[in-house]
């Protein structure tokens, strides 16, 4: 292609711009299932030839419907220009304007100490499934130190943000082990163990002295005030957004650090992009196979603790279950951020907007939260399909190299 | 490049590994002396143990009736409990080189037995005191039959070469769909052909993915199940909540076969079952015959072992992987429908991981039908066992008595698969030149 300039063809062959047609192709997806799974969208095609107009309602009432599902979407989770307007107009109810980008924050503190955790398996090579699991036992952990010993903050929260990383490290201690000693596959360990996990955290609060005194529910005992990540505007200010934001913001610096600068994420990445490289130049796979998951399921257990610290405060049988369970959710972030803490970072930001803009649509259109996550698969989809997204969109470059993790079915 | 993949990430395992006989011996051994101590040493001298066998709800029916059996319960479980442990021994000091399998099995066996004798003592917590052997094999085949598609579904793909992760989301769709055409038809048969639309729709797309594109196998498998399943749930709460008339199906009526179906306890459990059963077992015959007896199961082994030689013989590796991937989907949609045929109503967690509890069963089978059938019964047992066990008012926690499955499943992988061998060219993507 002479005739394209090179700064045109460095940003087609990027994969920063692959991974936004990957989302606009998610929302795509999106629509088309709320097209076809919304009564009055469907009544309206269904009466296409019934009148002149049948098309062109049957057009407007989808745009009417997907248009306001997204927008929706972008108001509950970003911001919404009405409120704003009023808001810097009159100077007042910032709190309910300030409210989405608040939730986003918060609920991508957790997202994405999670997904660093994938991530960091990922680039190892290895497959960390289990990360929902070990957030569980990262939030049992924690609330079981959190909500037990009176303490002043500046001990308690340390110790209980350290005995959630420890469930973390305990628990993904588990498939790291097994795969080095006597070769399970960690997919299956680790889905499993998620399973496991639910009935752990069940059995805690039903059996346990962590169960709220006085219950008979599965609802766990309140952190203590000292072992709260306390909102970063006061807790006056409504604004749930807490100190966890600068827990995942130093994650993130630290991870970039391990991997891209220190000799020990040196000898991850090379396992993880060539292990007979690795092994020929003496590295030991065991110990790194066993490292990176106490690392991953440290930070899922951190992940854990912070979402318990900083936002609910107690766990109950609902914790990381369904559309809230993170540890899935950052399986996508990682990849959507190509394994690279930074990508990750934005990533869970996306997906926590999806996420919360997601629950907003819920509550206005009545389109299931679930929508968002549908969204969020279908991107990933197509971020871990290059190619596919190449020929839709008709771009033509050198082969940008996929998604491709050197643990490829059960031999390795 | 294919091959020399494979062949180098053999050499990379550890050498330090455990060998599979250590592994299975100790977890033998360890077993019978847990027996001992919890069931054996757990109840009374005194307490005996009734094992019924007639079908508890059409007794009054059968031709012959067969007495119940009396155990004492203490010395029945050490018995138990000693043979686990002669097991274990024999395979660590005999180290047999075939058969461990069925060895590891009836152990597990025994095991289950002593459990339910424990269970179901005399003078125990509960005022059940007896097990119905009949029962207990029905119930545990039940979910046997659901884990058994899922793994031949798993073998049709991974013997071609394609890892199907996605079983789980296969066993959702065909659950959904399959439950949603009962409700509406009242027919079995059509729920049973939805099952077929929409698991070879599943494994079309990650076929599609996985061989049109080379992504890679495990990731696309992962997503693709997780889609479907906020699919599902989400479908149910657009769909099914508001209109309850969709998910108003039943479980599937049981197919007599005449005369056989009378022979006390083998008759209810092997000719008085759903249709889907005896499809499973149609599908296990065919499918062991076709991959070890015929021109097509030759050429799909060898696409899956090495699918350039394949190609140099002419066999068009992409169409038989698109084709035993497809193939293999349909399967699991219809395990999806058996699922839903067991519990009479869809629910979006319906699948609760049988379809990774499938692909360990895959595992532990070897890649082979008749090694599945036993890991389907190893894991269909399990689960029945942490449902039902509570009706006994064990003193343990429901919570835990439900871990039973999943944590058999992470002990067998970590514990049998060892040296098992996946088909070598199993999860690589395939380019041709």
């Given at each position: 292609?002479?005739?394209?300039?090179?700064?045109?063809?460095?940003?087609?062959?990027?994969?920063?711009?692959?991974?936004?047609?990957?989302?606009?192709?998610?929302?795509?997806?999106?629509?088309?299932?709320i097209?076809?799974?919304?009564?009055p969208?469907?009544?309206?095609?269904?009466s296409?030839?019934?009148?002149?107009?049948?098309p062109?309602?049957?057009?407007?009432?989808?745009?009417?419907?997907?248009?306001a599902?997204?927008?929706?979407?972008?108001?509950?989770?970003?911001?919404?220009?009405?409120?704003?307007?009023?808001?810097?107009?009159?100077?007042?109810?910032w709190?309910?304007?300030?409210?989405?980008?608040?939730?986003?924050?918060?609920?991508?503190?957790?997202l994405?100490?999670?997904?660093?955790?994938v991530?960091?398996?990922f680039?190892?090579?290895?497959?960390?499934?289990?990360?929902n699991?070990?957030?569980?036992?990262?939030?049992?952990?924690?609330?079981?130190?959190?909500?037990?010993?009176?303490?002043?903050?500046?001990?308690?929260?340390?110790?209980?943000?350290?005995?959630?990383?420890?469930?973390?490290v305990?628990?993904?201690?588990?498939?790291?082990?097994?795969k080095?000693?006597?070769g399970?596959?960690?997919v299956?360990?680790?889905?499993?163990?998620n399973?496991?996990?639910?009935?752990?955290?069940?059995?805690?609060?039903l059996?346990?002295?962590?169960?709220?005194?006085?219950?008979?529910?599965?609802?766990?005992?309140?952190?203590?005030?000292?072992?709260?990540?306390?909102?970063?505007?006061?807790?006056?200010?409504?604004?749930?957004?807490?100190?966890?934001?600068?827990?995942?913001?130093?994650v993130?610096?630290v991870?970039w650090?391990f991997?891209?600068?220190s000799?020990?994420?040196?000898?991850?990445?090379?396992?993880?992009?060539?292990?007979?490289?690795?092994?020929?130049?003496?590295?030991?796979?065991?110990?790194?196979?066993?490292l990176?998951?106490?690392?991953?399921?440290?930070l899922?257990?951190?992940?854990g603790?912070?979402?318990?610290?900083?936002?609910?405060?107690?766990i109950d049988?609902?914790?990381?279950v369904?559309?809230?369970?993170?540890?899935?959710?950052?399986?996508?972030?990682?990849?959507?951020?190509?394994?690279?803490p930074?990508?990750?970072?934005?990533?869970?930001?996306?997906?926590?907007?999806?996420?919360v803009?997601?629950?907003?649509m819920?509550?206005?259109?009545?389109?299931?939260?679930?929508?968002?996550?549908?969204?969020?698969?279908?991107?990933v989809?197509?971020?871990?399909t290059?190619?596919?997204?190449?020929?839709?969109?008709?771009?033509?470059?050198?082969?940008?190299?996929?998604?491709?993790?050197?643990?490829?079915?059960?031999?390795? | 490049?294919?091959?020399?993949?494979?062949?180098?990430?053999?050499?990379?395992?550890?050498?330090?590994?455990?060998?599979?006989?250590q592994?299975i011996?100790?977890?033998?051994?360890?077993?019978?002396?847990?027996?001992?101590?919890?069931?054996?040493?757990?109840?009374?001298?005194?307490s005996?143990?009734?094992?019924?066998?007639?079908?508890?709800?059409t007794?009054?029916?059968?031709?012959?009736?067969?007495?119940?059996?009396?155990?004492?319960?203490?010395?029945?479980?050490?018995?138990?409990?000693?043979?686990?442990?002669?097991?274990?021994?024999?395979?660590?000091?005999?180290?047999?080189?075939?058969?461990?399998?069925?060895?590891?099995?009836?152990?597990?066996?025994?095991?289950?037995?002593?459990?339910?004798?424990?269970?179901?003592?005399?003078?125990?917590?509960s005022?059940?005191?007896?097990?119905?052997?009949?029962?207990?094999?029905?119930?545990?085949?039940?979910?046997?039959?659901?884990l058994?598609?899922?793994?031949?579904?798993?073998?049709?793909?991974e013997?071609?070469g394609?890892v199907?992760?996605?079983?789980?989301?296969?066993?959702?769709?065909?659950?959904?769909?399959?439950?949603?055409?009962?409700?509406?038809?009242?027919?079995?048969?059509?729920?049973?052909?939805?099952?077929?639309?929409?698991?070879?729709?599943l494994?079309?797309?990650?076929?599609f993915?996985?061989?049109?594109y080379?992504?890679?196998?495990?990731?696309?498998?992962?997503?693709?199940?997780?889609?479907?399943?906020?699919?599902?749930?989400?479908?149910?709460?657009?769909?099914?909540?508001?209109?309850?008339?969709?998910?108003?199906?039943?479980?599937?009526?049981?197919?007599?076969?005449?005369?056989?179906?009378?022979?006390?306890?083998?008759?209810?459990?092997?000719?008085?079952?759903?249709?889907?059963?005896?499809?499973?077992?149609?599908?296990?015959?065919?499918?062991?015959?076709?991959?070890?007896?015929?021109r097509?199961?030759?050429?799909?082994?060898?696409?899956?072992?090495?699918?350039?030689?394949a190609?140099?013989?002419?066999?068009?590796?992409?169409?038989?992987?698109?084709?035993?991937?497809?193939?293999g989907?349909?399967?699991?949609?219809?395990?999806?429908?058996?699922?839903?045929?067991?519990?009479?109503?869809?629910?979006?967690?319906i699948?609760?991981?049988?379809?990774y509890?499938a692909?360990?069963g895959?595992?532990?089978?070897?890649?082979?039908?008749?090694g599945?059938?036993?890991?389907?019964l190893?894991?269909?047992?399990?689960?029945?066992?942490?449902?039902n066990?509570?009706?006994?008012?064990?003193?343990?926690?429901?919570?835990?008595?439900?871990m039973?499955?999943?944590?058999?499943?992470i002990?067998?992988?970590?514990?049998?698969?060892?040296?098992?061998?996946?088909?070598?060219?199993?999860?690589?993507?395939?380019?041709?030149?």
């Amino acid at each position: 292609m002479p005739s394209v300039p090179r700064w045109l063809r460095r940003v087609i062959s990027s994969p920063i711009l692959l991974t936004f047609l990957a989302i606009t192709l998610g929302l795509v997806v999106g629509s088309f299932v709320i097209i076809l799974t919304t009564a009055p969208v469907l009544d309206a095609w269904r009466s296409l030839f019934h009148s002149w107009g049948g098309p062109g309602h049957a057009i407007k009432t989808t745009f009417d419907y997907v248009g306001a599902a997204y927008r929706d979407m972008f108001t509950g989770a970003v911001i919404d220009p009405n409120s704003l307007w009023h808001s810097i107009t009159t100077g007042q109810s910032w709190t309910s304007t300030l409210t989405p980008l608040s939730e986003t924050l918060t609920y991508a503190t957790p997202l994405t100490i999670a997904s660093i955790g994938v991530g960091i398996t990922f680039q190892t090579g290895l497959f960390n499934i289990g990360a929902n699991g070990q957030a569980i036992i990262g939030g049992i952990a924690g609330v079981a130190v959190g909500s037990s010993l009176h303490l002043p903050t500046i001990i308690l929260l340390p110790i209980t943000l350290l005995a959630g990383v420890l469930g973390g490290v305990l628990t993904g201690a588990l498939p790291g082990l097994l795969k080095s000693f006597t070769g399970a596959h960690e997919v299956i360990v680790t889905l499993m163990f998620n399973y496991v996990a639910n009935l752990i955290l069940l059995f805690t609060l039903l059996s346990t002295p962590l169960q709220q005194p006085g219950q008979g529910n599965d609802i766990s005992r309140n952190l203590l005030p000292g072992a709260l990540l306390s909102p970063l505007f006061g807790t006056a200010s409504g604004l749930r957004v807490n100190w966890g934001v600068f827990i995942a913001a130093g994650v993130v610096v630290v991870a970039w650090w391990f991997l891209e600068r220190s000799s020990l994420g040196f000898e991850f990445r090379v396992s993880g992009a060539n292990p007979h490289a690795a092994r020929v130049s003496g590295i030991n796979p065991r110990k790194i196979t066993i490292l990176a998951f106490l690392i991953s399921g440290g930070l899922a257990g951190l992940a854990g603790i912070t979402e318990v610290a900083g936002t609910t405060h107690f766990i109950d049988g609902g914790f990381l279950v369904g559309s809230a369970g993170i540890g899935f959710t950052a399986i996508t972030v990682s990849l959507l951020g190509r394994n690279r803490p930074v990508g990750i970072m934005w990533g869970a930001l996306l997906f926590a907007a999806l996420g919360v803009g997601g629950r907003s649509m819920q509550a206005s259109t009545g389109i299931p939260l679930d929508l968002a996550t549908v969204i969020q698969y279908s991107i990933v989809l197509f971020i871990a399909t290059p190619v596919m997204v190449q020929e839709i969109f008709r771009i033509r470059s050198r082969a940008t190299s996929g998604l491709q993790l050197a643990s490829q079915g059960w031999n390795t | 490049m294919t091959t020399i993949v494979s062949s180098t990430t053999g050499a990379l395992r550890p050498r330090l590994r455990l060998s599979r006989d250590q592994v299975i011996g100790t977890l033998a051994i360890l077993l019978g002396l847990f027996t001992m101590w919890a069931f054996a040493l757990g109840s009374s001298s005194r307490s005996n143990s009734q094992l019924t066998f007639d079908p508890v709800n059409t007794s009054g029916t059968l031709p012959w009736h067969v007495g119940n059996l009396t155990l004492a319960t203490r010395l029945t479980c050490l018995v138990a409990a000693l043979a686990i442990i002669a097991i274990g021994a024999e395979i660590l000091i005999r180290r047999p080189k075939r058969a461990v399998m069925v060895r590891f099995g009836a152990a597990a066996a025994l095991f289950f037995v002593a459990i339910l004798l424990w269970a179901a003592r005399t003078h125990g917590p509960s005022q059940v005191d007896f097990v119905n052997l009949t029962s207990v094999l029905v119930g545990g085949i039940a979910p046997a039959v659901v884990l058994t598609y899922g793994s031949l579904s798993g073998i049709l793909c991974e013997r071609s070469g394609v890892v199907n992760i996605a079983i789980e989301g296969q066993f959702l769709g065909g659950a959904f769909l399959g439950s949603l055409i009962d409700s509406v038809t009242h027919n079995f048969f059509l729920a049973t052909l939805g099952g077929v639309v929409i698991g070879g729709l599943l494994g079309l797309v990650l076929a599609f993915f996985a061989l049109r594109y080379q992504s890679d196998q495990i990731i696309v498998g992962v997503v693709l199940a997780s889609l479907v399943i906020s699919l599902g749930s989400y479908l149910n709460l657009q769909i099914l909540t508001p209109y309850p008339q969709y998910n108003a199906g039943s479980p599937a009526p049981n197919l007599t076969i005449p005369l056989l179906a009378k022979i006390p306890v083998l008759g209810p459990v092997l000719f008085n079952e759903n249709g889907y059963f005896y499809l499973v077992i149609a599908l296990v015959l065919f499918i062991s015959f076709g991959l070890f007896r015929t021109r097509w199961g030759l050429r799909v082994r060898a696409v899956g072992e090495h699918p350039r030689a394949a190609a140099s013989v002419g066999i068009n590796v992409i169409r038989t992987r698109y084709f035993n991937v497809i193939l293999g989907g349909m399967v699991a949609g219809v395990g999806g429908v058996a699922l839903f045929a067991w519990q009479g109503q869809f629910q979006p967690g319906i699948t609760s991981g049988y379809g990774y509890i499938a692909l360990a069963g895959l595992i532990f089978g070897r890649w082979r039908p008749s090694g599945v059938v036993v890991a389907s019964l190893l894991f269909g047992m399990s689960v029945y066992l942490a449902n039902n066990l509570q009706t006994y008012q064990v003193p343990v926690s429901t919570s835990i008595l439900l871990m039973f499955p999943y944590v058999v499943t992470i002990v067998v992988v970590s514990g049998l698969i060892g040296r098992v061998r996946a088909p070598a060219a199993d999860g690589l993507p395939y380019k041709r030149d």
